[in-house]
């Protein structure tokens, strides 16, 4: 069973930076896309960054692009978010999330595995 575990999240000024990891055990995660996700109080759910299996191709959100920068070390099962430049909206709980890579992506792919969640609070 693939489970997925984040860290790394905590409060910071704006401006600041953060950088979470995503660990993942019970699977071979070089073969799976992986994507971060969040969530702000009262608001729906949103994608944030996706990275192939390889790291070679990233996908942001227009929101977050420029500032933010999703990596992996697949040698450690672990997925990072590099946040600069945090802002007060980046203010949300911070998912991770796993797919089978299929050589495509976008930010409405459907992830099958999801970790529990990391906070980040950007006071101004």
């Known amino acids: 069973q693939v489970q997925l575990e984040e860290s790394g999240g905590g409060s910071v000024q704006d401006g600041g930076s953060l950088r979470l990891s995503c660990v993942a055990s019970?699977?071979?995660?070089?073969?799976?896309?992986a994507g971060w996700f969040r969530q702000a109080p009262g608001k729906e759910r949103e994608f944030v960054a996706a990275?192939?299996?390889?790291?070679?191709?990233?996908l942001y959100a227009p929101s977050v692009k420029g500032r933010f920068t999703a990596s992996r070390d697949n040698a450690k099962n672990t997925v990072y978010l590099q946040m600069n430049s945090l802002k007060p909206e980046d203010t949300a709980v911070y998912y991770c999330?796993?797919?089978?890579?299929?050589?495509?992506?976008?930010?409405?792919?459907?992830?099958?595995?999801w970790g529990q969640g990391t906070q980040v609070a950007v006071a101004s």
């Open positions: 999330a796993a797919r089978p890579d299929t050589g495509r992506y976008h930010s409405n792919d459907v992830y099958a595995y």
């Open positions: 019970g699977v071979v995660f070089s073969v799976y896309a």
């Open positions: 990275i192939s299996w390889s790291g070679q191709t990233t």
